[in-house]
């Protein structure tokens, strides 16, 4: 510490002896920068906008992160939100208002639902559940004069449905409606929502791009004008912000995702289609097989998978379905996905919720397959069907 000015006190020495360093030395990575006040160099500075004033709006670090996802997904902007969760029900307070209706689809993931009926119907927003195969022309003439948004999801939660998008959304452009897509499936990187017309894409980036299950994270990106300003005034005006350790963590993980999907995808295939050929099974719900009543519209939109996909066991009761999870030793029974790890939950009350059934020969059970060995995977999998094969 210097000496400081000639009759300042300790305290006074201590605070301003040392300031931000002059030099910051050139790394791959950018700097972490931890603050919530901005010291701007003159006091006209102070109300001037156009640059960080509070360390809330995001610094170097949140800047490099945010133009990164910008860059994946073809954006012309994007924001950052605390969670994935926190991502999809900001995009959606950020453009709606009383009196506006959804379309959402009816295989949306489970929080974004009790979002839609706990929350928005309290402000006047009607949401209404489509089907997820429904046809393009089929679900905008579900949508009244106050049709604001449609939301999509594809693949949809635990049972991977696939929508057209590019067609969903021309007709949605044509009729002046908004589309939504949840991408956290593809990641930004299998699949580009605003090349298909979309336009708010919206990710977990807890998921895939931070890769290691330890930061919560979302991002909603877009490039129409009017939507980039919505969701900016929306994250200021709602108090949105991430840490800079938690941003740096997150743009370290972008930097490995293509491979880690690659390896995901292709693990999860694997044992996708060795899944399909065991007697405990009755179908594996996984929109890269080619058995897979969407496989046509993959092949269209997708470069590749991630790991995440659901199997319909044969009828059996629930707790041979507890006993399969049970005597499962390298899959973690969890909820989330996208990191190193496997995972495998039931699907409890989730397929309960929905507006529209579909008559499942058996339970369903979703797996996210990591980065182990597949074979090794393969082998934890048939030790717990033989469990359930027994408990049945």
């Known amino acids: ?18 300031g931000p360093s002059p030099v ?40 490099t992160l945010r133009a990164t996802l910008a ?19 900001g995009a959606l307070l950020a453009v709606l208002r009383e009196g506006d209706e959804i379309l959402v689809v009816d295989s949306v993931y489970a929080p974004t639902r009790r979002f839609c009926d706990k929350v928005l119907a309290r402000y006047g927003v009607k949401t209404r559940y489509y089907p997820a195969r ?16 449609i939301v999509l999801e594809s693949p949809g939660s635990l049972t991977f449905e696939l929508q057209d998008v590019s067609a969903i959304t021309a007709l949605a452009r044509a009729r002046g409606v908004l589309t939504l897509l949840d991408n956290t499936w593809g990641a930004g990187l299998l699949f580009k929502p605003l090349a298909h017309g979309v336009d708010i894409s ?42 800079g350790a ?11 995702l293509a491979v880690r999907l690659q390896r995901h995808g292709e693990s999860g295939l694997a044992v996708a289609a060795w899944l ?37 066991l044969k009828p059996g009761p629930e707790a041979a379905v507890n006993a399969l999870l049970n005597r499962l030793t390298l899959f973690g029974l969890g909820f ?25 020969a058996g339970p369903l059970v979703r797996l996210h397959i990591g980065l182990e060995e597949p074979e090794d995977l393969i082998a934890d999998l048939r030790v717990g069907l033989d469990a359930y094969a027994e408990a049945s």
């Open 1 to 18: 510490m210097s000496d400081g000015a000639p009759g300042q006190g300790p305290s006074t020495r201590l605070i301003h002896a040392v």
């Open 134 to 149: 429904t046809e393009p022309e089929a679900l905008l003439a579900m949508g009244g004069a106050a049709l604001k948004l």
């Open 276 to 312: 399909a050929e065991q007697p405990e099974v009755a179908e594996v719900l996984h929109p890269a097989l080619p058995a897979s009543p969407d496989h046509a519209l993959f092949a269209r939109d997708f470069t590749g998978a991630c790991g995440l996909f659901s199997l319909i």
């Open 202 to 243: 919206v990710q977990a980036l807890t998921k895939y791009v931070c890769g290691h299950s330890d930061v919560l994270m979302g991002s909603a990106c877009a490039s129409a004008p009017a939507v980039v300003k919505a969701l900016h005034d929306g994250v200021h005006h709602l108090g949105w912000s991430v840490s």
């Open 246 to 256: 938690d941003a740096y963590q997150a743009l370290r993980g972008l930097r490995t």
């Open 24 to 63: 910051v030395a050139r790394t791959v990575g950018p700097p972490i920068q931890n603050g919530s006040t901005v010291l701007l160099p003159t006091a006209e500075d102070l109300y001037d906008h156009s640059r960080p004033t509070y360390g809330r709006s995001g610094l170097a670090t949140h800047e």
């Open 71 to 89: 860059e994946l997904e073809g954006a012309a902007d994007c924001q950052l939100y605390p969670s994935g969760v926190a991502a999809l029900t």
């Open 336 to 360: 989330s996905w996208g990191g190193f790890e496997s995972l495998a939950i039931s699907s409890g009350d989730q397929l309960a919720q929905r507006r529209f059934k579909t008559a499942f």
